[in-house]
């Protein structure tokens, strides 16, 4: 089984702090995302990799980044963390060819900006 | 611009009777349709798809029907089980690369 690894399930962060996300995939996927999960708006993405060091914003990248350093590891960044970026982040991914834009999630995390 | 649209939040059926959700979509270019079940403090996982060509797609329990000419699309759950409490969402690929524009979801209540 793909098995997508998010370090921080719950992280609380002040206004204004440097805030990183990690993600990990074990099935050699060329392709990654960041979403984001809020109510009432569904999933939104935020950034989408498709190879390492690619990178391409999705529909809400204002506010974020990404590193992508090595094929299994995508990062978000979030540089000044605000308040409206409490949210659940989710990471996915998905190998080139395989299942029909089926994509395989992380379980969350949970982030709150006080 | 939201071009997968989910109207109901929330839904509430008694176990046993059927579930159906429903998802608009308003890109007449969506060849694919995707629902995903999420639990709390868990990642969304895979449940169903459909393909354009077809009008209708099962897996046990669930079916999914797609009705190209009103861009409408549901998930039928029969029967309906306790542990089906989850969120749904719809989802359609949009652009290259495997990226799924996803519906605002709809909570599911399984009542006993």
């Known amino acids: 089984d793909v098995k997508v690894t998010q370090s921080s399930r719950y992280l609380v962060k002040r206004t204004g702090e440097k805030v990183f996300l990690e993600c990990v995939q074990d099935m050699d996927h060329e392709n990654m995302f960041w979403y984001r999960q809020d109510p009432g708006l569904g999933l939104r993405l935020i950034y989408f990799s498709y190879d390492v060091k690619m990178k391409e914003k999705g529909d809400i990248p204002e506010g974020y980044s990404v590193s992508r350093e090595k094929k299994e590891r995508f990062s978000l960044i979030l540089e000044s963390a605000s308040t409206n970026q409490t949210s659940m982040y989710l990471c996915?991914?998905?190998?080139?060819?395989?299942?029909?834009?089926?994509?395989?999630f992380g379980a969350g995390s949970r982030l709150t900006v006080l | 611009d939201q071009q997968v649209k989910q109207n109901s939040p929330s839904l509430s059926v008694q176990e046993g009777r059927i579930s159906i959700l429903n998802c608009d979509y308003t890109?007449?270019?969506?060849?694919?349709f995707l629902w995903y079940k999420k639990y709390p403090a868990e990642g969304p996982t895979f449940l169903i798809s459909?393909?354009?060509?077809?009008d209708k797609n099962e897996d046990g329990r669930f079916t999914v029907f797609l009705n190209k000419s009103a861009k409408h699309l549901s998930l039928h759950i029969v029967p309906s089980q306790p542990g089906d409490s989850a969120v749904y969402f719809c989802?359609?690929?949009?652009?290259?690369?495997?990226?799924?524009?996803f519906g605002t979801g709809t909570q599911l209540k399984v009542e006993l």
């Open positions: 459909i393909s354009s060509i077809k």
């Open positions: 890109n007449s270019m969506f060849d694919y």
């Open positions: 996915a991914s998905i190998g080139v060819g395989r299942g029909a834009n089926v994509l395989t």
């Open positions: 989802a359609a690929p949009k652009g290259g690369g495997n990226k799924l524009t």
